[in-house]
């Protein structure tokens, strides 16, 4: 049982380049959510989604696309990589059912130059 | 929209002290659930609790114990005889139910630095 997988650890990324943070659960839970933390900034949603087919914006959307096509997978998608979003990124997911905790990946390191 | 305040921003103590940490919410809603996860320097968070809103009473876990308060919107994190291991940054943290409770609005976090 792996748990909240997040592939990669650490990416240096060139301005204007895109890439794709992959995030894989094997719990089967239906609920799975991005976050980007920065310095003194707490943790911030960027997007979330409740099920297979089914995404919705948080509070830091701009800059980042997602999609869920299975139940496993929630990959976090930049399309042209900017400074700004040089942060430490993190997947989660829960079960469905509000008596369920939410588990986190361990998160990617990101910096764009 | 939901708040979640940790206005410490960074605490210092010599080990063997005890410490407490704040987080005051702002909500709506009268059916929500908080959080405390610590992250240590290696970065993971780590789940210490989760607490529902029609649950007040307090919790102790070892070292750890938590007072929630409805009254007054905290839900307070206190740590007894602080030692060096529990240096990390510690996040508060309340279920968002706009999002059917599948995600969290955190606080920005308190580093806590415990010295020998």
């Known amino acids: 049982n792996a748990g909240v997988t997040q592939t990669p650890k650490f990416q240096v990324l060139k301005t204007g380049q895109s890439m794709t943070l992959q995030c894989a659960q094997d719990?089967?839970?239906?609920?799975m959510s991005w976050y980007r933390q920065d310095p003194g900034m707490g943790l911030r949603l960027i997007h979330y989604s409740v099920g297979a087919g089914i995404t919705d914006q948080g509070e830091v959307p701009n800059g980042y696309n997602v999609s869920r096509s299975t139940t496993e997978d929630f990959p976090l998608r930049l399309l042209s990589a900017a400074p700004s979003q040089t942060s430490v990124y993190f997947c989660?997911?829960?079960?469905?059912?509000?008596?369920?905790?939410?588990?986190f990946g361990s998160g990617t390191r990101l910096t764009v130059v | 929209a939901q708040k979640v305040t940790q206005a410490q921003t960074e605490i210092s103590v010599v080990e063997k002290e005890d410490v407490t940490l704040d987080c005051v919410y702002e909500t709506r809603d009268t059916t929500y659930y908080l959080f405390w996860y610590k992250q240590p320097p290696s970065g993971e968070l780590v789940f210490l609790i989760r607490?529902?809103?029609?649950?007040?009473q307090n919790e102790i876990s070892g070292r750890y114990s938590w007072n929630f308060q409805k009254s007054t919107s905290s839900f307070n994190f206190t740590i007894t005889a602080s030692q060096v291991v529990d240096s990390a940054v510690y996040f508060c943290a309340l279920s968002d139910p706009n999002s059917g409770y599948s995600t969290l609005t955190f606080g920005k976090g308190t580093m806590l630095l415990v010295s020998p």
């Open positions: 719990m089967n839970h239906e609920y």
């Open positions: 607490r529902n809103s029609f649950d007040e």
């Open positions: 989660a997911s829960r079960r469905q059912g509000v008596n369920y905790g939410y588990t």
